[in-house]
């Protein structure tokens, strides 16, 4: 199916689902003699609940659920849509004192029913789960203790919020309505529990030996993965997996990295990777042999997903990995069309996999165009920040008719999306890929 198609069907199911509770809150029997407000109440409570749930499935990582929008697109729609269901959340107990100003007392978390003190519960987790996620660097949070306090945070919410919809057990009042909400509530905490934690570490194919590590300039290794008893991993240049490392078959240690390497070889895999806290710091020490697991390949930036007369590639820093893959596949298919690298970063001496990219520009139509910060006096070619007079320079006949791929910090590309935009590169031609998620 293509992607469009099953793009909006994935967006219309998602629609469906979320409405759902409305139509059950139709079937009777019903409560009667209900106002306006209230009413409208429960209703944003059971949609903001129903898309709390929907968020597991979001993070459930389903290569057919990413695989038209690309999984940052889908973990992007997880952050914005989480802030409307706590919204809705949120407005359901105010519309209840609209409703009736009697009912204010339920705003004493240690007073009124069991009902209102699940719903509390639920509120304080939700609150706790977008302070964590909005602030997680202001609080000083590393990544994997956020990972494991948003994993319980959410639990509870889902939990205790079930607990409120049966205790408060208006719309809820029978049996096979308390089911339709806590089985696949609970359904699908346990199938992303299964996807997440179980399923990487027992499945065969995923399971991969550390061949080499070897040190790059820059402060970077390239980090090589050989497949344990498979044929690899079939997967479009541009694509990332998340990796862990060690013999421990359960673990919430997981990071995610581009691929570097063909996507013409699935059965050698070269990652290039800079060091920047606890795991990255201690890839140099990581012995041959090392079992390693894969959960992937994920992501949409992929210049098979983008035909096009010619590429204009711009990386800033350790961004150049994912265009590393595009050129290396490019030159295995012996891709006749032009591209030029803009490749950018403080100093020459910082960036890694020159040897590798002359080589390229050996094999391609492949112009690579250094853009160090500061350079020495010795310096013949460009420095300072990537601009749109650079890519002229370069590339003086059909620069606007390319394909742009950016992969760098986040002020860089910004800047040069603006730049791009206001040259007149269509938005369409413009991809990005930014190495944060969270
Ligand atoms: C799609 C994608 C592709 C990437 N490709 C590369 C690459 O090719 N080469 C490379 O050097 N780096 C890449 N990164 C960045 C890399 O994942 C982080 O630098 C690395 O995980 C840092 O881990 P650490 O424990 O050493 O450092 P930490 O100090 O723990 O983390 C530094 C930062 O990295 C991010 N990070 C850490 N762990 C995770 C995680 N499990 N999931 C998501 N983000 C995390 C967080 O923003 C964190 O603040 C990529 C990131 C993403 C999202």
Redesign the pocket.
């Known amino acids: 199916m293509n992607r469009l198609v099953s793009g909006v069907l994935w967006l219309l199911l998602y629609l469906a689902v979320v409405t759902l509770p409305l139509l059950l809150m139709l079937v009777p029997p019903v409560p009667t003699g209900r106002g306006f407000w209230l009413e409208l109440s429960v209703a944003l409570g059971f949609v903001g609940l129903t898309q709390i749930v929907l968020q597991l499935v979001l993070i459930s990582r389903f290569k057919s659920l990413s695989a038209p929008y690309g999984i ?1 697109i889908i973990l992007r729609f997880h952050r914005q849509i989480a802030l409307v269901a706590i919204a809705f959340i949120l407005i359901h107990p105010v519309l209840i004192i609209v409703d009736t100003p009697a009912r204010v007392k339920l705003l004493n978390p240690l007073g009124g029913t069991w009902a209102s003190r699940t719903a509390w519960i639920s509120l304080f987790c939700l609150a706790g789960l977008a302070v964590t996620s909005l602030f ?2 202001r609080l000083g949070l ?3 203790r956020w ?1 494991l306090l948003h994993l319980i945070l959410a639990g509870g919410a889902i939990i205790f919020a079930l607990l409120h919809v049966v205790m408060a057990g208006l719309y809820t009042n029978t049996l096979w309505k308390h089911a339709v909400w806590v089985l696949p509530g609970g359904a699908l905490v346990l199938l992303v529990l299964y996807t997440r934690l179980i399923k990487p570490g027992f499945f065969p194919d995923s399971v991969w030996r550390v061949a080499e590590v070897r040190p790059e300039r820059g402060n ?1 290794v390239t980090l090589v993965l050989e497949p344990d008893g498979h044929e690899g991993m079939s997967f479009a240049p541009g694509q ?1 997996v ?1 990796i862990t490392l060690g013999d421990r078959k359960i673990t919430m ?8 390497s063909s996507a013409a070889r699935p059965a050698r895999l070269e ?12 890839l140099p020490h990581v012995k041959p042999g090392t079992r390693a697991v894969l959960q992937g390949p ?2 949409a930036f992929s210049i098979d997903r983008y035909p096009a007369v010619g590429y204009v590639f711009i990386a800033g820093g ?2 150049v ?2 265009l590393m893959s595009f050129l290396h596949t490019m030159a295995d298919r012996r891709d006749p069309r032009p591209v030029i690298l803009v490749y950018a970063d403080k100093t020459l001496e910082d960036m890694a996999f020159q040897e590798e990219l002359a080589e390229l520009e050996s094999r391609l139509d492949l112009e690579v165009v250094y853009v160090p910060e500061k350079a020495g006096e010795d310096w013949q070619g460009e420095t300072g920040f990537v601009t749109w007079d650079i890519l002229e320079r370069h590339v003086p006949k059909d620069l606007i008719h390319r394909e742009f791929f950016l992969c760098g910090p986040g002020p860089m590309m910004a800047s040069l999306h603006k730049a791009l935009k206001a040259a007149g590169v269509h938005q369409d031609h413009i991809h990005l ?6």
Do not use: A
Request: charged share 30%; with cysteine.
């Open positions: 940052d997680r660097l590393t990544y994997e990972r970077c990332f998340w240690q997981e990071n995610p990295f581009s691929i570097r990652f290039g990777i800079k060091k920047m806290g606890d795991f990255t710091e201690n994920h992501g350790i961004g990995t994912p890929e930014l190495f944060e998620l969270v």
